[in-house]
């Protein structure tokens, strides 16, 4: 199976600033990349779809870049409910995985 | 609006069952694929079983094969997951999942609040 590494595994930054997160898969998933934010104790919503598709409603501060085996989400400038945990997930081959997430915790 | 909302979790012995289920609404079922995702305690995401919108493909996790097994019925909106044998590494709070698409494309556009399954003795 596909493994995703998402690096760092936390994020220390202050509302306002720019988030940069990593997602490295083990082999090419294409752009069949997506990102979810899990907020505590909620369950994961859909930010980012096919690498670079915001998802319905999402705000144009989340855009995610990226294809073959390097992703990146960024966060522009970070809101108060921005800070949570952010995972990445292929679907370009079955099973579908995720990484083990980034928290950006508030510094 | 879609909800999806589980039901069916709680603690079990080692080698047991529970079924899981999702009722569903807001949304045309039959049109969707559906998979169940799990999450243990203060830990990460892993995908578990998707059935197809017509429910004639099934796919599972390696390890859940031939001890989980996942259904629906359109005429209920509802989505299943029978788990037998129970491990204790299967205690995880269990997502119902909606897929975007009718065939699975394995992408999650809505999600329920979970049901926690506890494998203990």
């Known amino acids: 199976e596909i493994v995703l590494t998402q690096s760092p595994a936390t994020l220390s930054l202050s509302p306002g600033e720019r988030a940069t997160l990593s997602c490295r898969a083990s082999q090419s998933v294409g752009s069949f990349l997506a990102w979810y934010q899990q907020r505590p104790g909620q369950a994961p919503s859909l930010l980012i779809y096919?690498?670079?598709n915001r998802a319905t409603a999402i705000p144009a501060r989340f855009s995610g870049s990226g294809s073959g085996t390097d992703f990146t989400l960024t966060i522009s400038s970070l809101e108060p409910e921005d800070f949570a945990v952010y995972y990445c997930q292929q679907r370009s081959n079955w099973p579908p995985t995720f990484g083990q997430g980034t928290k950006v915790e508030i510094k | 609006e879609v909800q999806l909302l589980e039901s069916g979790g709680g603690l079990v012995q080692p080698g047991g069952s529970l079924r899981l289920s999702c009722a569903t609404s807001g949304f045309t079922f039959s049109s969707y694929a559906m998979s169940w995702v799990r999450q243990a305690p203060g830990k990460g995401l892993e995908w578990v079983s998707t059935i197809t919108g017509s429910g004639g493909s099934t796919y599972y996790a390696d390890s859940v094969k031939g001890r989980f097994t996942i259904s629906r019925d359109d005429s209920k909106n509802t989505l299943y997951l029978q788990t037998n044998s129970l491990r204790a590494e299967d205690s995880a709070l269990y997502y119902c999942?909606?897929?975007?698409?009718?065939?699975?494309?394995?992408?999650?556009?809505?999600w329920g609040q979970g049901t926690l399954v506890t494998v203990s003795s």
């Open positions: 999942a909606k897929d975007k698409g009718y065939n699975g494309n394995y992408l999650v556009d809505y």
């Open positions: 096919d690498a670079s």
